[in-house]
Structure formats: C-alpha cells, structure tokens
C-alpha cells in the first residue's frame, strides 16, 4: 500500500530556474509533512516540512505547498543550484502515528 | 550541531550470521527509528520504538529482526539470522515527536 508517491523518478533543470517537485498522498489522516534531500552513501538531510494547518512554508530557496483537498504537496526551489542535484524524498506522519513514511523519491539534476 | 551517529559504517557478513548495528540517537530525543534503503529504491520504514518498547513495526520486521536500547544511549537493531535479501542501507533516525526526523549516515549491510 503506497501511501506517499512520488510520480517523478527524475527531473532536470537549467542552474537559475525554478525545480518543481511533486508528492502525492492517500492518507486523510497525516498531518504534518516533510522533505528531505538524499546524497548517495549518505543519511536523509532534512529541508523543509510543513502542518496541515498551512498550505505554504517558505525557508530560503526552498518553499513546499500543501492542497489538502487534492491530497498533494509540492517543493519549489528557486534558484536552482547545481548542488541541489540529490534525490528528493517527501514524507508524511500523523493519525495518531509516528511513524514517518517516505516516497519513492525524485532525482533532481541542475544542469550548469 | 547534535547528530545520530551509526556504527559500523560498513559490514560485510555471510548469509545466515548474527549482525548488530548500532546507533546513537539524539540524546533528549524520544522517539527511535529504523529505516532501510535497498539501492535505488525507497526509504523504508522498519520499526520505532518509543518508552522502551516497540511502538509500531512493519512487515518487513519479522522475526528476524529485533531492536533494543540497551543502556540508555545506544538503539541497536539486531538480525539474527541475515538473509541475502537483507542487503541495504540501514538508517537510524530519532525525533522529538512529531516534527523533524534526525537521520544518522547510514550503515550499508552486505550479505554474501
């Protein structure tokens, strides 16, 4: 049952413009959602979360939207960077749990 | 900055051997974590553990598997008898509650 999808394995964007990634997810009940940024070899290093109470959070470069309605949450970096270039994961908990679970993951690539 | 930290970082061992690994969370977080990442797939959830015990578990986390926080500081996750299938990334991670997940490096098993 995959509760937290990530519908895009990859994306890749111009150094300058804006990345756009996108999260989906089934369950009613999570409440407070997350994204981390992933290096090959390395742990999970967190950028950004929000609570269901907000549909935008903003920290730098990084901002994450929520649509409750639509079950979909997304994160918009702008500038991109070529260091951005990672695997992106969304993450979701709530309901009474938690446990925290993670899409599948986005490889974001900024071409220089 | 506080940091979980994950020991071994690598450990090679042959199918059917004991392997511990080890984990040292955030020390005034409550709440403990083990996730898996088999190589380019997902993050997966495997257990947390909360007031000493097991709080929630996946399926994944059969009876082969077990998790203890021996003295206060360390959470070990324990397979007793590994599997080919057990091969991965292992990630501890700890929190506060609900909000951020601290992950540690990761300890890459590999089971021949």
């Known amino acids: 049952d995959q509760q937290v999808k990530q519908n895009s394995p990859s994306l890749s964007v111009q150094e300058g413009r804006i990345s756009i990634l996108n999260c989906d997810y089934t369950?009613?009940?999570?409440?407070?959602f997350l994204w981390y940024k992933k290096y090959p070899a390395e742990g999970p290093t967190f950028l950004i979360s929000?609570?269901?109470?907000?549909d935008k959070n903003e920290d730098g470069r990084f901002t994450v939207f929520l649509n409750k309605s639509a079950k979909h949450l997304s994160l918009h970096i702008v500038p991109s960077q070529p260091g951005d270039s990672a695997v992106y994961f969304c993450?979701?908990?709530?309901?009474?749990?938690?446990?925290?679970?993670f899409g599948t993951g986005t490889r974001l690539k900024v071409l220089a | 900055e506080p940091e979980v930290t994950q020991t071994p970082s690598h450990q090679v061992t042959q199918m059917g051997q004991e392997v511990i690994l080890r984990c040292v969370p955030i020390?005034?977080?409550?709440?403990f974590y083990w996730y898996r990442q088999i190589l380019g797939q997902k993050v997966e959830f495997l257990v947390s553990?909360?007031?000493?015990?097991?709080?929630?578990k996946s399926e994944i986390f059969d009876d082969q598997f077990s998790v203890e926080r021996p003295d206060g500081s360390n959470f070990t996750l324990k397979i007793r008898s590994t599997k080919l299938e057990d091969s991965a990334m292992y990630f501890c991670?700890?929190?506060?509650?609900?909000?951020?997940?601290?992950f540690g490096e990761g300890s890459r098993l590999t089971v021949l």
């Open positions: 991670a700890s929190s506060l509650g609900q909000g951020q997940l601290f």
């Open positions: 553990f909360y007031n000493n015990e097991i709080s929630e």
């Open positions: 993450a979701a908990t709530g309901g009474g749990t938690y446990k925290y679970i």
């Open positions: 929000i609570s269901s109470i907000k």
């Open positions: 369950n009613s009940m999570f409440d407070y």
């Open positions: 020390s005034n977080h409550l709440y």
